[in-house]
């Protein structure tokens, strides 16, 4: 690696970390102000070589319309949706933006990182199959779960995914859901081609090959430190605004920043292992993303899935994850990592989720332990004619559950992404990896909405035109959201939900 140029050093932006959410951020910035001058910085030597990258995560656009963890049964055997409505019309914020950016020309393909994927639940035994009814009858009767199809006729289930239902005991007691407009997202691609549309404008520099090693306010603006890792040498900016888009990387850096809304908070990272299959005979007989229930006790990333994947034009197909267990918080981290981010002000959370997560520490344990005979039974429940050779064992990207404060419990582990922002909003930090890539424009608008405040009004218009539905609720709006959905389906060429009638 060459030393790279130096950079600006008093830029408006700061961005870390070259993965989906800094792009998305600097999308929107770069459309909203064209004369803001944006750095961004990444340590690796090019984008979306972490969780972004196709093959580190499942690459579910992830709508609530297959996974079964957003709609959780209540104690009265009804099904609550609240959560999966919420997920649902997340995803339209980002289907929008994407829509923009291809319509605009910026994304000069969609093909290129978007494709149509139907989305399927599927549910073995009588109890889960009650439950799957349930949650059909909750769901498809909201205008935006319009045309989900619900089987457990074997004949039809085998029409929509023959590999999992082939040499299955024709008695067993299963059912499905489908929707056909669900989508596999290269989240990759689409980070390289919004870095790489950027790049076009002068206001804009991407600095790889820099590692940001601290962030400190002086004199009422950041100064960032960047080390170019070619030279070893260490350049400051100093900007009004700093993002830590730095995926597992935020923690570390929201700490050395010393803000107030950062205290407490710690990591507890989790890697993960995918079952991946390249043959071209069998990825092309399997198009859908089939997920299962999650086992109970088990944390909502444990629930397995066997999906299409199409990544570089190439049909494929991933099973899993397998979780184990690592101190990194990278996938390209340090053993270190975890020990390092151990702070005296989040020693007590740490020890607090400890004591109350002994299911998730058993599960662990439980997966780091499989033998690849058991890693390949499990296989097995998805799809049961696989052969063992045609599948190869892969690494995905680290993911790092937040840990914060909580008065009551000491500290509280959490499955969601969370968005650490300070006081004067200068500064924001995105922790978590869920639902993750899919909602990154609906934790983008979250950052505006808390660090730019009193710009917000005046980009409002212009984000209207980026985001129609900005402002209003699809999830309360039929019309909207029929209008929005057959709009982004047309210009990402996606498929429409199988009845077009809203309910
Ligand atoms: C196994 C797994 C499966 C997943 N499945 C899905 C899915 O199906 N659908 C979905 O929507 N989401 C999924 N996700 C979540 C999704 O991948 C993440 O939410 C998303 O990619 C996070 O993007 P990011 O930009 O925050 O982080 P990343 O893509 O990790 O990017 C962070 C970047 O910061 C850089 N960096 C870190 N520290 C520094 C530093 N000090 N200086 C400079 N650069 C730094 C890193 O090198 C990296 O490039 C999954 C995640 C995992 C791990």
Not at 55 to 77: F, I, K, S
Not at 152 to 157: G, K, N, V
């Amino acid at each position: 690696m060459t030393a790279a140029p130096p950079l600006n050093p008093q830029p408006d932006v700061v961005l870390v970390g070259a993965g989906v959410m800094s792009a998305t951020l600097a999308v929107l910035l770069q459309e909203l102000q064209p004369d803001l001058r944006i750095v961004l910085l990444e340590e690796r030597g090019g984008a979306a070589q972490e969780s972004s990258n196709a093959w580190n995560n499942a690459g579910t656009g992830h709508a609530a319309l297959c996974e079964l963890n957003y709609t959780p049964q209540r104690a009265d055997g009804s099904v609550d949706i609240s959560r999966a409505l919420k997920v649902n019309t997340q995803f339209d914020l980002s289907r929008q933006l994407w829509a923009s950016l291809v319509r605009s020309g910026a994304i000069p393909d969609a093909d290129a990182f978007i494709h149509s994927v139907p989305h399927i639940s599927f549910v073995r035994g009588a109890a889960d199959v009650a439950f799957l009814g349930k949650r059909w009858e909750a769901m498809s009767a909201h205008h935006c779960f319009t045309g989900m199809e619900y089987a457990e006729d074997h004949a039809e289930l085998a029409r929509w995914m023959p590999l999992v239902m082939e040499g299955r005991d024709p008695n067993e007691t299963v059912a499905a859901t489908r929707m056909v407009s669900g989508t596999d997202v290269d989240f990759g691609a689409l980070t390289r081609l919004m870095i790489a549309h950027l790049a076009t404008k002068p206001t804009f520099t991407v600095g790889y090959g820099h590692e940001v090693t601290d962030v400190k306010r002086e004199n009422g603006r950041w100064t960032v430190e960047a080390k170019d890792r070619a030279s070893g040498r260490k350049q400051r900016l100093s900007t009004r605004f700093v993002f830590l888009g730095a995926g597992g990387g935020a923690l570390p850096l929201l700490q050395k920043s010393g803000i107030p809304e950062g205290r407490g908070f710690g990591g507890f990272p989790v890697s993960g292992l995918w079952l991946r299959c390249d043959v071209p005979a069998l990825a092309d007989r399997h198009d859908a993303k089939v997920y299962g229930k999650a086992s109970v006790g088990t944390p909502p990333m444990s629930v397995p899935h066997l999906d299409a994947r199409v990544i570089d034009g190439n049909r494929a197909l991933l099973f899993g994850p397998y979780a184990g267990f690592s101190t990194k918080f990278l996938k390209h981290g340090s053993n270190a990592d975890l020990f390092l981010a151990i702070k005296p002000d989040n020693i007590g959370p740490l020890l607090a989720v400890g004591r109350d997560n002994m299911d998730l520490t058993k599960y662990l344990i439980g997966q780091v332990m499989l033998k690849p005979s058991q890693r390949f039974a499990s296989l097995q429940e998805y799809f049961p004619n696989a052969k063992q050779a045609e599948w190869e064992l892969a690494v995905a990207g680290q993911r790092v559950q937040v840990i914060m404060p909580d008065a009551k419990a000491g500290g509280v582990l959490q499955f969601g992404t969370e968005v650490v922002a300070s006081g004067d909003g200068s500064l924001a930090a995105v922790l978590g990896a869920s639902p993750g890539a899919s909602t990154a424009v609906a934790i983008m608008l979250d950052v505006l909405a808390r660090c730019f405040k009193d710009q917000l009004p005046g980009w409002t218009p212009r984000l209207q035109q980026l985001i129609p539905s900005y402002g209003r609720s699809i999830a309360d709006d039929t019309d909207l959201c029929r209008q929005i959905r057959t709009d982004t389906a047309s210009v990402l060429h996606l498929a429409e939900p199988a009845v077009s009638t809203a309910g």
